[in-house]
C-alpha cells in the first residue's frame, strides 16, 4: 500500500499534464472540491498528515519525558510502557521521514509540470451576435465575429500573440461570404522593460478603440464612426513594432509603441479610408508608414495617449498622408468617460487636400448591487452599465466613383445599456439616431435598435 | 445534557443556554475549525421558523462586518446552525471598559458599514443593540443575530408584531410598527450614544418607563456627557435620534463621513477598504460606500477637470510631478486594530421571542480580561438561567490554526523567489503584545481578473498577515514571467494590498500572488490572478 503512494502520485501528476489542468498552488485550506483531483492537493494531503505525524510525535516525546522521569520510581510495568512507547516512536519518525521524501518528490514533478504549462500556450475566444434593426431597412442578425486568441511567452523574454478573426463565420467566400483574417500575430523580443521588439502582423497603435478593439468589452454595440471611418479599425498591417514601459513610482506608466508598416494606399475617398488599408504582403509604393502612440496610464482607472501616422499613401510615391490622434479614458468611482479625436491630411496634387477628422465621447456608468444581485444570482461581480455616446466625422475627399471633390458629414447618439453578469458574457442594448449631410460615413441617416451578445471565454 | 456530536460537528463545549435553545461550541471534524452550533428545543413552530428564517436571512449576507453562516442542518428533527465562532467580546460589555476614540471609531465603521451592507440587500436587522455586537480581538466588529430581521421588501410599511428591545427601538415602531431602514438608523444611533457616554439615553428601571423615555425623551446632547467627542460626529448621532423618521439622515452616509472627519481621515478610510474586500464573491463589493465615503473620484474629478483645463501636455508634467511625490498615504493602523490578546468568550444573545421581557436579556458572561493573557480554555459562558432567552454564538473568526502552515512546517517551493525586489511599504503597527497567541498566516481565497498592459492593485485579505511578508506571483509553482510586483503595502494584519504590473503579453491564463516568509517559504496558499483579454 505504501509503495503504490508515489505511483499514485506520478499518475496523478500525468493525468494533470495531460488534461493542461492549471496547478495552482493551493493551501491545506484550499477548497477539496477544487483541488481534490490536481497533485496540489495531494502535496496539501501529505502536509496534513506530516503536521499530524508531528504533532503525535511531540506528544509522544512529551509523554516519554514524564514517564522518564516517573521511572525512577516506577515498577517494571511502567518501564514496559516506557519502552513500548520509545518503539511506538521510532516508528513514527520512519514514518516521518518517508512521507517527507514523498511529499519532495512530489514538489519535484509540480515544478516540472508548472514549468511545462509555463511554456504552452494559452487560448483564449471571444465572439458577438448582432441584432440591427435600422429604420428603412430589413432587420439582421448577424454572428459578426468569432476570434481566438493565443497568447505564449516560452522563455521570459520571448512571447507571442495571435488573433484569428472568423467574420461573418460562414464559409469562406462563396456565395456565403466570409472571411478569415489574421488580425494579429507577433512574435515579441524584450530587450529591457524599456525596449522591446515586436514582428509579425501588428494592431496599429493608433487611438484607444484600435489597440483595444475587443468588441465585448465596449459597452456600445457598434465601433465608434471614427474608429470605422477615420481610422479603420480593425486596423492591422504587417511590420516591425517598438514597444517600452517605463514605470513612475508605482502608480503611473508611460507607454511608448512605434511602428513601420506597410502604411495605408491611395483609396482615400470622401467616406473614409477603410478600403485603403492594403493586403499583407502587399506595399503599393514601397514607403513604410511610420506609426506611434505615446501613453500613460495608471492602474485601470485612466488612461491617455496620443497617437501620429506619417506616410506616402499613393503609387508614385509623392503624397503623404498624415495624421494624429487624442484619446482619453479616465474613471470617477462608478463614471467612466471615453473618447478619442482622430485627424488625418492627404496632400493632393491638384485638388484640395484630403481632410477626415471625427470623436466620439462616451460616458458609461456602471451599476452594481441592489437588484442586480438577484438578476445575476450566482454570479460574482455582476454590471448593468448605462452609456451614451455621441460620434461625429467629416471626411473632404474625392467620390472614389466620379472623383468630384465632396465634404461629408455624418454624426451619431447612441444611448442604451450593457448587462454583465460577469466578465465573459455581456448583453447589450442601443438605440441610435444618425444623421448625415451628403454621402454616409457608416450608418447613414437612420435611426434603429441595436443588440448583442457578447462573450469572451 | 451536552450531545457528543450535533451533526457531523464534534461538540466540544456548552457556551450557552435559554428557553428556546442552546449554542455549543463545536469543531468540524474533517477541518479542525472551530464553529459555534446554534440548537433549537422543542416543537414550537413559530420558533422553527424564525430559526430557519434567521439562517436564511444570515446565509444571504456575505459581509466581513456581519457574522457568518457556515452550515445549515437537521440533527434528527432538530434543525441547527453552524456559525462562524467569533472571539472577543460583545460590545455591551466592552464598552464598558476604557476605550479611546479611535477604537470606538472602528467600531462605528464596522457596524454602520454592516447595516448599510443589510439595508442594500433588502434586510432590516431591527434588534441592533450592543450585545448583538461582537468586538473582536483585533478591535474590529461584527454584527450577529438576525434572528428577527425580515426582508426590507415589502416591510417598508407593513405592520407587525413589536420585536426589540425597548431601548433601542424606535418610536415609531411604538407607534404603529412600521419599520423602515431609519429604525436600524435609529437603533444604531443609540448604540453609539450609549458606546460613547456609556449609558443608554433612555434606560429605565422598568420596561414600560423604557418605552415611555423612547417615546417622549429628547436624549442630551451627546457632548453633554462626552465634551471631547468631536462636534461633527455628535451632531450626526443626534441627528439619527430624532423621533420622526422623516428627520433622521437617509443611510449611513452622514455618520461614516463625519467618523472619518473624527479621524482625521485615514483611519475609517482604512477600515473600509478592508471591509471591501470580502470574504465571499458577493461581499467584495459591499453597499456602495455614501458619497461623503467616497473621496477618491472627488479627487480623480479635481484631477480630470485641471487635466482637461490645461491642455495634454501640462496633464503630462502634472502627471510626472504627482508621481514624484508621496505614491499613496499609507493608512494609519487604527489602535484597535492592533491584535491584543483576548478572553474566548461567548456571549449569550438576545431573545428570538417577541415575547421574552428585555429584563430577562442575559448578560455577559464569563469574567474576562481585555488585554490580558489569553486564557487557557476556548472561553467560558456563563450559562444562562431557563428563563433566559435563546442566546446568540458568539461568532468566530476562528484562526484554523489546523489549517494555517506551521512555521516549522517544509515548503513545498522553498526555492520560489521574487520576481521584483516589491517596495515594501510597512504601515506602524502595534506588535500584538506579549502573550498573544501567534496566528499563522492565511488568506482567503479570492480571483482577481486583470487585463494585459495595465497595473492594478490586488486587496488580499486573511489574517495573521505580516509586514514581513512578501508577495510573488507564480504561475503553477513556479516564478511567473510577465507579471511583476510593484508595491506592497501591509495595511493591517487583515489585509495587504499588492500593486502589480501585467506586461503587454502576458499569456493569458491564470496566475496566483502567495506570500513568502523571510525564509524564502511559501506562508500561505494564493490569491488567484486571471489575466483575461
Known amino acids: 500500500m505504501k509503495r503504490s503512494k508515489p505511483i499514485v502520485i506520478l499518475s496523478c501528476a500525468l493525468l494533470f499534464a495531460a488534461l493542461t489542468a492549471r496547478a495552482q498552488p493551493k493551501g491545506r485550506d484550499a477548497r477539496p472540491p477544487e483541488t481534490s483531483a490536481t497533485p496540489d492537493a495531494r502535496v496539501a494531503a501529505l502536509q496534513t498528515e506530516l503536521d499530524r505525524l508531528r504533532a503525535e510525535m511531540a506528544a509522544l516525546r512529551d509523554e516519554i519525558q514524564r514517564l522518564r522521569a516517573e521511572a525512577v520510581k516506577a515498577d517494571d510495568g511502567l518501564s514496559a510502557r516506557l519502552l513500548a512507547l520509545e518503539a511506538r516512536q521510532v516508528k513514527l519518525e520512519s514514518e516521518f521521514t518517508r512521507l517527507s521524501e514523498e511529499l519532495k518528490r512530489t514538489g519535484d514533478a509540480l515544478d516540472q509540470i508548472s514549468e511545462g504549462e509555463g511554456k504552452r500556450p494559452s487560448i483564449t475566444v471571444y465572439g458577438t451576435l448582432q441584432g440591427v434593426s435600422y429604420t428603412g431597412q430589413d432587420s439582421i442578425l448577424d454572428a459578426e465575429a468569432f476570434e481566438i486568441v493565443l497568447s505564449g511567452r516560452p522563455h521570459p523574454r520571448l512571447s507571442f500573440f495571435a488573433e484569428i478573426e472568423f467574420e461573418r463565420a460562414a464559409a469562406v467566400g462563396g456565395p456565403r461570404g466570409g472571411e478569415v483574417v489574421l488580425e494579429q500575430a507577433y512574435a515579441s523580443y524584450s530587450f529591457a522593460q524599456i525596449f522591446s521588439v515586436r514582428t509579425g502582423v501588428l494592431l496599429v497603435p493608433f487611438g484607444n478603440v484600435n489597440v483595444d478593439h475587443f468588441a465585448p468589452l465596449r459597452d456600445v454595440v457598434r465601433k465608434p464612426l471614427v474608429s470605422y471611418a477615420i481610422a479603420p479599425s480593425d486596423w492591422t498591417d504587417n511590420g516591425i513594432q517598438f514597444t517600452g514601459r517605463r514605470l513612475a513610482g508605482t502608480s503611473w506608466l508611460f507607454e511608448y509603441e512605434a511602428a513601420l508598416i506597410a502604411g495605408l494606399d491611395s483609396h482615400l475617398t470622401s467616406v473614409g479610408m477603410r478600403e485603403a488599408r492594403q493586403p499583407f504582403g502587399v506595399d503599393n509604393n514601397g514607403n513604410k508608414a511610420a506609426v506611434g502612440r505615446f501613453a500613460i496610464k495608471r492602474s485601470t482607472s485612466f488612461e491617455t495617449g496620443i497617437s501620429a501616422y506619417t506616410g506616402k499613401y499613393d503609387d508614385a510615391n509623392r503624397q503623404r498622408l498624415n495624421g494624429w490622434a487624442a484619446d482619453l479614458r479616465a474613471e470617477f468611482g462608478p463614471i467612466r468617460l471615453t473618447g478619442e479625436y482622430d485627424h488625418f491630411t492627404a496632400n493632393t496634387t491638384i485638388a484640395p487636400k484630403t481632410q477626415l477628422a471625427g470623436y466620439y465621447v462616451r460616458a458609461s456608468w456602471d451599476i452594481r448591487g441592489g437588484v442586480l444581485r438577484n438578476l445575476a444570482r450566482g454570479f460574482d461581480d455582476p454590471r448593468f452599465t448605462l452609456v451614451a455616446q455621441y460620434d461625429w466625422a467629416r471626411i473632404d475627399g474625392p467620390n472614389a466613383i466620379n472623383a468630384r471633390f465632396e465634404r461629408n458629414r455624418e454624426i451619431g447618439i447612441t444611448a442604451g445599456f450593457a448587462y454583465r453578469p460577469s466578465r465573459q458574457w455581456v448583453l447589450k442594448v442601443n438605440y441610435e439616431k444618425n444623421q448625415i449631410t451628403n454621402d454616409a460615413l457608416d450608418r447613414g441617416d437612420r435611426r434603429g435598435w441595436l443588440g448583442s451578445v457578447g462573450f469572451v471565454f | ?533
Open chain 2, 1 to 533: 445534557m451536552t450531545p457528543a456530536k450535533i451533526g457531523k460537528y464534534t461538540v466540544v463545549d456548552l457556551l450557552g443556554r435559554g428557553g428556546m435553545g442552546e449554542v455549543y461550541l463545536g469543531e468540524d471534524p474533517y477541518i479542525g475549525r472551530r464553529v459555534a452550533i446554534k440548537v433549537i428545543k422543542g416543537a414550537d413552530p413559530g420558533a422553527r421558523d424564525r430559526f430557519l428564517h434567521e439562517a436564511k436571512v444570515i446565509g444571504g449576507l456575505a459581509h466581513p462586518a456581519i457574522v457568518s453562516l457556515l452550515d445549515f442542518d437537521f440533527s434528527g428533527d432538530e434543525p441547527f446552525l453552524v456559525m462562524e465562532y467569533l472571539k472577543g467580546q460583545g460590545l455591551d460589555a466592552w464598552i464598558k471598559e476604557p476605550h479611546s476614540l479611535t477604537e470606538q471609531l472602528v467600531v462605528l465603521d464596522d457596524v454602520c458599514h454592516a447595516l448599510s451592507y443589510a439595508h442594500e440587500s433588502g434586510v432590516l436587522h431591527r434588534d441592533v443593540k450592543p450585545s448583538n455586537v461582537q468586538v473582536l480581538p483585533n478591535g474590529h466588529a461584527k454584527l450577529m443575530d438576525f434572528g428577527i430581521a425580515r426582508a426590507a421588501a415589502g416591510k417598508l410599511t407593513a405592520t407587525g408584531s413589536v420585536m426589540g428591545t425597548p431601548e433601542y427601538m424606535a418610536p415609531e415602531i411604538l407607534n404603529d410598527a412600521a419599520y423602515s431602514p431609519r429604525s436600524d438608523l435609529y437603533a444604531c444611533a443609540v448604540l453609539l450614544y450609549e458606546m460613547f457616554t456609556g449609558a443608554n439615553p433612555f434606560a429605565a428601571k422598568t420596561v414600560a418607563a423604557a418605552l415611555t423615555n423612547v417615546l417622549t425623551l429628547n436624549p442630551p446632547d451627546i457632548r453633554a456627557a462626552r465634551p471631547e467627542l468631536p462636534k461633527r460626529l455628535a451632531e450626526a448621532v443626534m441627528a439619527c435620534l430624532h423621533k420622526e423618521p422623516a428627520l433622521r439622515p437617509d443611510g449611513f452616509g452622514a455618520l461614516l463621513a463625519a467618523a472619518r472627519d473624527a479621524a482625521g481621515g485615514p483611519p475609517p478610510a482604512a477600515i473600509q477598504e478592508t471591509r471591501a474586500l470580502p470574504q465571499t464573491p458577493s461581499a467584495s463589493r459591499p453597499s456602495p460606500p455614501p458619497k461623503a465615503a467616497a473621496p477618491e473620484p472627488r479627487r480623480s474629478m479635481a484631477r480630470w477637470m485641471w487635466g482637461t483645463g490645461t491642455g495634454l501636455i501640462v496633464v503630462l508634467g502634472t502627471m510626472w510631478a504627482v508621481n514624484r511625490g508621496p505614491v499613496a498615504p499609507g493608512p494609519v493602523e487604527p489602535a484597535a486594530a492592533s491584535p491584543s490578546p483576548e478572553a474566548i468568550t461567548a456571549t449569550p444573545g438576545p431573545s428570538l421571542s417577541p415575547t421574552s421581557p428585555p429584563a430577562a436579556e442575559p448578560t455577559a458572561v464569563a469574567p474576562r480580561t481585555r488585554r490580558g493573557p489569553r486564557e487557557p480554555s476556548e472561553g467560558s459562558v456563563a450559562s444562562p438561567s431557563r428563563e433566559e432567552p435563546m442566546p446568540t454564538p458568539a461568532p468566530i473568526a476562528t484562526p484554523a490554526p489546523s489549517l494555517s502552515a506551521s512555521p516549522a512546517t517544509p515548503s513545498p517551493t522553498p526555492r520560489t523567489t521574487p520576481l521584483v525586489e516589491p517596495t515594501v511599504i510597512a504601515t506602524p503597527v502595534q506588535a500584538p503584545p506579549s502573550g498573544a497567541s501567534p496566528v499563522a498566516p492565511r488568506v482567503l481565497a479570492g480571483r482577481h481578473q486583470v487585463r494585459p498592459d495595465s497595473s492594478a492593485d490586488i486587496d488580499i485579505k486573511g489574517e495573521g498577515l505580516r509586514p514581513d511578508l512578501k508577495a510573488v506571483v507564480l504561475q503553477g509553482r513556479l516564478p511567473a514571467t510577465g507579471i511583476r510586483i510593484l508595491r506592497q503595502e501591509f495595511v493591517n494584519s487583515g489585509l495587504i494590498r499588492v500593486r502589480i504590473l501585467i506586461e503587454a503579453a502576458t499569456p493569458l491564463r491564470t496566475y496566483s500572488i502567495v506570500f513568502q516568509d523571510a525564509s524564502g517559504a511559501m506562508v500561505t496558499q494564493g490569491v488567484q490572478v486571471e489575466v483575461v483579454l
